[in-house]
């Protein structure tokens, strides 16, 4: 049980260096607490979003109208949660919601830019969700939300949130397939 602990925390602070390396240079805090204007993709968060997701995915959906069988389970990915993060920081920073970056980039480009090589993707946004539960609810409620998460083609996931000056959280969820 300690090794498993000792495992996860080490896990942990691997992603959140590779994630956060700034941190190490002003001596920020843990993910644990998001400041204004600031995000995170924290182990917790993960976890909960991957487990609504596959649940979702392993027992089938109806998305509007129509039914979608079970599907495989999607993969955790870093660098599809590190496209998510820089989405939810930049409107939350910016204080929109959409598709396109403020920078006029699509989700296209911010893969480019996280190093995520595709073959197809797909892209959720929400805000005022305080938690991923709620998130993920309201995705799956969502027809063409539900559709993108009930997709087959989709073999991995990466999902962050943020938080902009007046504490309104903007989440991304990246769903895609590697070449």
Not at 17 to 39: E, K, M, N, R
Not at 49 to 63: D, F, H, P, S, Y
Request: net charge positive; aromatic share 10%.
């Amino acid at each position: 049980m300690k090794v498993c602990n000792e495992m996860k925390k080490l896990l942990f602070t691997s992603l959140f260096l590779l994630i956060f390396p700034s941190s190490l240079i002003c001596g920020c805090s843990t993910s644990q607490y998001v400041s204004p204007a600031s995000g995170v993709v924290d182990h917790v968060t993960a976890e909960q979003v991957m487990k609504l997701l596959n649940e979702a995915r392993t027992r089938g959906m109806t998305c509007g109208s129509v039914y979608f069988s079970a599907v495989q389970p999607v993969r955790w990915n870093e660098k599809l949660a590190r496209a998510s993060l820089d989405h939810s920081l930049d409107m939350a920073k910016n204080g929109f919601m959409g598709h396109k970056g403020s920078d006029g980039s699509g989700t296209d480009k911010r893969l480019a830019r996280a190093g995520y090589a595709w073959s197809a993707y797909g892209e959720n946004v929400g805000q005022g969700y305080k938690t991923a539960g709620e998130a993920v609810n309201a995705w799956l409620k969502s027809e063409m939300h539900c559709r993108n998460i009930m997709n087959p083609d989709y073999k991995e996931t990466g999902a962050a949130f943020a938080k902009s000056k007046n504490l309104r959280t903007f989440w991304t969820l990246v769903l895609g397939t590697p070449p």
